[in-house]
């Protein structure tokens, strides 16, 4: 499932024949006879439409239901693809194709969950909605720096979980566009930044509650049958109760049970699915370890991005699917991206001491109390003065020993990565290079303000994440993962709370609970007790255990890349970690492990050449 752009001229017989063999039959053509978009849409919808010179392409799972009469709307007076407001339609899973007098654009929604990529082949630039077809197309190997990056948490601080796993494939960014113009290469034109935070919460609580109900019913009204997540938190009841707010029929939802009796999620869980009266299904979290550690899980065919963070979410795909096969479910939404948008990221008392808000300086002393921060802890976070580029230069030439205390780290623009001690120096040195890469290439900071660019940054993590969860959807299997909190109108609307209302923390997550529908309670954001799931993470490390061991005993893939140390990995299996940070690490390891092994697997046979009337031929 695959879409191509190319550029406006013939395409070379080497890539023509390269292109019927992984991709699929023409799409679209120029007025020229050239192809400019081919590929398999794998079921999604594709709607199309010429307005003058421009014409547009609108692909996704159900397209939001456009129609070419709609779309063909939208377009009346656009004079050239720069000037289209393509966030409007870019949502979920929809991507969008603009050309015009041999300029194209090709734009993905904002926080990329499904994303575009380029690669040059047969020295022509081509675009795609997937980096394995550019691997395949250009026989590409790995990206050794950008390996090194996902044995560690590189990605949540750093934007290199942006960078493709496949050296020579560029990615795009939140808030950016490809603009193509004949053989040169696409470059990245951004149509959106993050609004400023200088909005009261009296004046964004119906903002944030009508774009809820808007970035709700994009992804629902042209949906029967869905499901949610219910896992007693904040961010899927509230969903839950938007979703029951919005008059549907009643939805299906779903719950991870934990083997911790004190865990208090159930309850809430279980409280909210009776007022909403959802057919609630419960499963003991347990049920995804076997998943886990399954041999078929992480490999190329269901992790065609590489190993991530979002690893451990892509392997209890399969179980998701199963669980909801019964329901009639398409659409599963989940609440990626929440705490981040509507919580206290770390970095909120150096924004807030230099928010010029009344009273902050008191404010920053209270939420220290209450946190139980130290003093010595607190005051360095707060005299930080460093800049964007000097926390990367502080990661390009760092040892990875965590000298700093966590708090001041993790305030800072740059944390510094989590680096496990059996990780060589060699590895150590991919992680320099890929901060001193990004100081190179004069990256700045998505904002000004360092809390909205922490909040962008855990964005983009939270998208890449449910893009690669439904990267690892069984073929036909007909379900979709999405989460509407990473929608732009939520997002712009989150984003615009200002840094002293967002700090007050009390109830939690303040915009949210201000904008929660009226049938759902406050007691849900004033509960006492708090969800953990640290049990599972060590009940996941015993069932790992023998797993680790056979990877790593003799050989392996990641030592002779000179990555890893083996024998430091065979001791930290059997050594013990106080809060299980180590054995999510082994975890990131232990993937990134069996992803290389599956290299060396042939493609699975949905992906080989079919022959079929239209399809793209060297010939043509």
Not at 143 to 167: F, N
Not at 605 to 613: D, F, L
Request: charged share 25%; glycine share 8%.
């Amino acid at each position: 499932m695959s879409i191509v752009v190319l550029p406006d001229r013939p395409v070379p017989p080497d890539l023509a024949a390269a292109l019927a063999a992984q991709v699929g039959k023409v799409l679209f053509r120029h007025p020229s006879g050239n192809a400019w978009l081919v590929g398999d849409t794998g079921g999604r919808r594709v709607v199309s439409a010429r307005v003058r010179d421009l014409d547009v392409v609108v692909t996704g799972d159900d397209a939001h239901g456009t129609d070419e009469r709609s779309l063909r709307s939208w377009l009346e007076g656009a004079t050239s693809v720069d000037r289209l407001d393509a966030g409007r339609l870019t949502e979920g899973d929809v991507v969008l194709f603009a050309r015009s007098h041999g300029r194209m654009r090709s734009q993905a929604p904002l926080f990329l969950t499904r994303s575009l990529c380029w690669t040059m082949v047969a020295g022509v630039p081509v675009i795609s909605d997937e980096q394995l077809t550019l691997q395949r197309l250009a026989e590409l190997r790995p990206d050794p720096a950008v390996l090194a990056s996902r044995l560690t948490d590189a990605e949540i601080s750093l934007p290199v979980g942006l960078r493709s796993i496949w050296a020579g494939v560029h990615s795009l960014r939140p808030g950016e566009w490809w603009h193509s113009l004949g053989s040169d290469a696409p470059r990245a034109v951004r149509w959106w930044s993050p609004p400023a935070p200088d909005r009261s919460l009296e004046e964004l609580t119906d903002v944030a509650r009508d774009a809820m109900r808007a970035a709700l019913a994009t992804r629902t009204d042209h949906r029967r049958d869905l499901s949610a997540d219910l896992s007693g938190g904040l961010d899927s009841t509230t969903l839950s109760f938007f979703l029951a707010d919005s008059g549907r029929p009643p939805h299906h939802t779903l719950f991870l049970s934990s083997q911790n009796v004190a865990n208090g999620d159930h309850v809430w869980a279980e409280r909210a699915a009776s007022e909403l009266g959802t057919n609630h299904l419960v499963l003991p979290y347990d049920s995804v370890l076997p998943r886990l550690v399954d041999a078929t899980t992480g490999t190329l065919v269901n992790t065609p991005e590489g190993p991530s963070i979002a690893s451990v979410s892509a392997a209890a795909v399969p179980m998701l699917e199963d669980a909801l096969a019964g329901t009639g479910s398409s659409l599963h939404l989940n609440g990626h991206a929440g705490d981040a948008l509507f919580g206290p990221v770390t970095t909120i008392l150096w924004s807030l001491l230099r928010s010029g808000a009344k009273g902050r300086v008191r404010q920053v002393w209270r939420q220290r109390l209450a946190n139980r921060y130290p003093v010595v802890g607190t005051l360095r976070t707060l005299a930080q003065r460093g800049t964007y580029a000097d926390d990367l230069a502080r990661v390009a030439r760092a040892d990875f020993d965590r000298p700093e205390s966590e708090l001041a780290d993790f305030s800072r623009w740059v944390a510094m990565p989590r680096v496990h001690p059996a990780l060589t120096g060699v590895a150590r040195d991919h992680l320099r290079g890929l901060a001193a890469q990004e100081m190179a290439e004069g990256r700045e900071p998505y904002s000004p303000d360092r809390t909205t660019h922490q909040i962008v940054q855990y964005l983009s993590v939270h998208g890449a994440d449910v893009r690669r969860i439904n990267q690892a959807r069984t073929p036909g299997a007909g379900l979709l993962f999405d989460s509407p909190y990473l929608d732009r109108r939520i997002v712009d609307a989150c984003l615009a709370l200002s840094i002293d209302d967002r700090a007050r923390q009390y109830p939690v997550k303040p915009l949210l609970a201000a904008a929660r529908p009226a049938g759902m309670s406050l007691d849900y954001f004033t509960r006492a007790d708090k969800g953990d799931y640290s049990a599972e993470v060590f009940s996941h490390h015993r069932a790992a255990a023998p797993m680790l061991r056979e990877l790593f005993s003799s050989g392996s893939a990641l030592e002779d890349l000179g990555l890893i140390d083996p024998g430091r990995i065979m001791r930290a299996v059997d050594g013990y970690s106080v809060d299980g940070a180590e054995y999510r690490d082994l975890d990131q390891i232990a993937f990134t492990e069996r992803w290389l092994r599956s290299l060396a697997d042939p493609p699975p046979s949905g992906a080989r050449a079919r022959t079929r009337e239209g399809e793209l031929t060297s010939s043509g």
